[in-house]
């Protein structure tokens, strides 16, 4: 086992809406990232793969609230820090974060290096000019993307381009965690493939630590990352290895989600492709037993009374459902025999 | 089951060109393209390679700068706005946005009465016409008694999507052309939507154009596929033909860079 990096205790946090109530979007979520390895967190909208990620980097804004919990970055406790302090030590350095829009996230109105200037300048003031363009010079061309692009304004680029440059500002000061959210969710298939190309390039040069990966396009987690982490309505239902959770599902909402995956490979096509009925609870009353009990094909009565916790098995493996792994395994083995 | 026989709508020598002297750019270029009744047709091509050009040619939101569309074996005509009206009777869309696709002043009942009118239904009693909205409505496993009364940006993305697709179920068109129906929507509503544009295919027979850049969606829904280039078909056939044995180089490129999971990835090819 490599040396943690990031480790997120119990961390809960919520929104407070304008009318006074509390939406748990982050609940009692736990996760552990190595150094030299990658984590992905899947689901989909509105499951709070977003929040967990602003609420990773201790980076607390109304409506967001921080509740209970505890982060720690590379032996540091940021849980309580304010957002002020979050900014000038954390943010960069320790913990940097792509954007869902990132295209969006450069100024307009300015050439790709000024922009530079002024990240740099809001950590370290005292850098000279010459020195952050010929660091941003450096860094550009050892990720291959040509440095005069830096002379560019951001209309001026394509949408692939913008967001590379976007990962490559955000991992100018070296930091040790890096979170990925939805970088490739806008582009096509080939501009996709270069940003992956990129940030597996910044693993392998040393850029950045670990990596923190959300989407919710399996087949790309898959490629990406070497351990994956389901999430469903604020909570974490299934985590272990990318091949187990791909090939291998225990939570039967994990289950649906490898339903839902189109890949163009021979066979596929015959596959009948199933969606998951229903849509996720609200949050602001969750259900007090299973949160996935209303869309679940094997609820019981229990399911819905009884409050579900995380299941270890041997490993990092966890899930969390009512069942015990063999019986699970035995509806789904039922399951495919009735289809058959 | 597509109906080989028919031919229900055809482009000759389509093209588009923006721009003029040296800032012209040919965004279509001499496209010809047969699409049969009940047939789904996939165009796949990355950003830029002129899909949504020819969709809207198409659809006769643009004019072609040159080349013919054949519609039911007769010239299309859109000189008036009466017979343009008759034309997108028989043709329909759904876009990428959904956010976008949807007059924001006029609430989710008027969209769909709005479909019960074009489909001439002005007369119907009150009962029919409710009765109507909320069939369609249950079609794309919508609540109607839910959305009454509410404007169409308090839905999520994936809802608006398939209010979409309930339009299209009370219009019920030859043609339905879908513009990356599900490139802005999560994996798990995408396959909902698929699901229910197949049934809604499958119940009324119509012509759908998928345009998209997701070569595996393109797999999966379609009958025939084409594969655009710079405004240019470089390869077509049926969807097996295409996407398991490509012959363009570009195809093959394109089908390398979609993530697979049983087969290695390879990422040295960008």
Known sequence: ?340 | MPDEKTICMKASGLTKVFGLGRQKTVAVDHVDLDLYQGEVVSIVGESGSGKTTLAKMLLGLISPTEGDVYFLGKKRDLSSQKKKQDYWKNIQAIFQDPFASYNIFHKIDDVLLDCIYMRGGRKFPSEEKTGLMAKSCGFVNLKFEELTNKYPFELSGGQMQRLMIARIFLLKPKILLADEPTSMIDACSRATILEMLMRLRNETGMTVIFITHDIGLAYYVSDKVYIMEHGKFVESGTADEVILHPKAAYTRRLINDVPKIYEEWDLSTV
């Open chain 1, 1 to 340: 086992m490599g040396k943690v990096i990031l480790e997120v205790k119990e961390l809960t946090t919520k929104y407070i809406t304008r009318f006074r109530e509390d939406i748990y979007a982050v609940d009692h979520v736990s996760l552990r990232v190595e150094e030299g390895k990658s984590l992905g967190i899947a689901g989909e909208s509105g499951c709070g793969k977003s929040t967990l990620a602003l609420s990773l980097m201790g980076y607390y804004f109304a409506p967001l609230h921080y509740t209970s919990g505890e982060i720690v970055i590379a032996g540091r406790n940021i849980t309580g820090m304010k957002p002020d302090d979050v900014r000038k030590m954390v943010l960069g350095k320790e913990i940097a974060y792509i954007p869902q829009a990132a295209m969006n996230a450069l100024n307009p109105t300015q050439k790709v290096i000024s922009f530079i200037e002024d990240v740099i300048h809001a950590h370290d003031p005292s850098v000279g000019k010459k020195e952050i363009h010929d660091n941003a010079r450096g860094m550009f061309e050892t990720l291959g993307l040509p440095a005069e692009v830096l002379q560019k304004y951001p209309v001026e680029l394509s949408g692939g381009m913008k967001q590379r440059v976007v990962i490559a500002v955000s991992v100018l000061l070296l930091p040790r965690v890096l979170i990925a959210d939805e970088p490739s969710s806008a582009l096509d298939v080939t501009s996709q493939k270069m940003v992956i190309k990129m940030l597996r390039q910044l693993m392998e040069i040393g850029f950045v630590g670990s990596m923190i990966f959300i989407t919710h396009e399996l087949p790309l987690l898959y490629n990406v990352t070497d351990e994956i982490m389901v999430m469903y309505a604020g909570q974490i239902v299934e985590k272990g290895t990318a091949k187990e959770v791909v090939f291998d599902p225990l939570h039967p909402y994990a289950k649906g989600l490898m339903g839902s995956i189109i890949v163009p490979e021979q066979g596929l096509r015959n596959v009948k492709l199933t969606a998951i009925p229903g849509v996720p609870p609200n949050l602001k009353n969750p259900p007090s037993g299973c949160r996935f009990a209303e869309r679940c094909k094997y609820v019981m009565p229990e399911c819905k009374t009884n409050s579900i916790g995380l299941r270890d098995l041997d490993g990092e493996r966890a899930y969390r459902c009512i069942l015990p792994e063999k019986e699970l395994r035995a509806l789904y083995q039922r399951e495919v025999k009735t289809n058959a």
